[in-house]
């Protein structure tokens, strides 16, 4: 039985932060405005883990008005996503993950990205995919008003069960 889920967030630059993404240290200024560490990548991903599972949201486990998750690592939010699917005794087939970014440049990054999502997942880095794109100055992304991250995650399970079934 596969199961599948999807992720989307987007945060809006915050110049006097640190930008990380993907678990990754990206540079020390020019990062994202957020409650936590704001790594829209790790939000996305944790997203589409929670959906995959039939669990909920990010929102619903860390809320962002909670002064507990303020400046969080967001790295927390995706090892509770995996612990519920362990739960469920299913495993990641494959993370597929789109950056969609004006600026700054990440390419030279996807490799570290890659490594680091693979490492809190307990995955080979051949599951975890990471890719950059921009919007060709489109949009508030195209303007460099801030940074979108997707996320599309494949599970694999013996019953397909939710653990969370007949609780929602
Ligand atoms: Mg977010």
């Not at 990206?26 to 039939?54: C, Q």
């Not at 619903?60 to 699917?85: L, M, T």
């Not at 794109?133 to 397909?160: K, N, P, Q, S, W």
């Amino acid at each position: 039985m596969i199961r599948v889920g999807q992720g989307i967030d987007v945060h809006a630059f915050e110049e006097s932060r640190p930008l990380i993404l993907g678990g990754v240290r990206i540079a020390d200024s020019g990062g994202l405005a957020g409650h936590s560490d704001a790594d829209a990548v790790l939000h996305a991903i944790t997203d589409a883990l929670l959906g995959a599972a039939g669990a909920g949201d990010i929102g619903h486990y860390f809320p962002s008005d909670d002064p507990k998750w303020k400046g969080a690592d967001s790295s927390r939010f995706v090892r509770e996503a995996k612990r519920i699917i362990d739960e469920m005794d299913a495993d990641i087939a494959n993370i597929d993950v789109t950056i969609i970014a004006q600026k700054p440049k990440l390419a030279a990054h996807v490799a570290a990205m890659r490594a680091r999502i693979a490492a809190l997942l307990d995955l080979s880095p051949g599951r975890v995919n990471v890719k950059a794109t921009t919007t060709d100055h489109l949009g508030f992304v195209g303007r460099g008003e801030g940074i979108c991250a997707m996320a599309i995650v494949a599970l694999t399970t013996d019953t397909g069960a939710s653990p969370v079934e007949g609780a929602l």
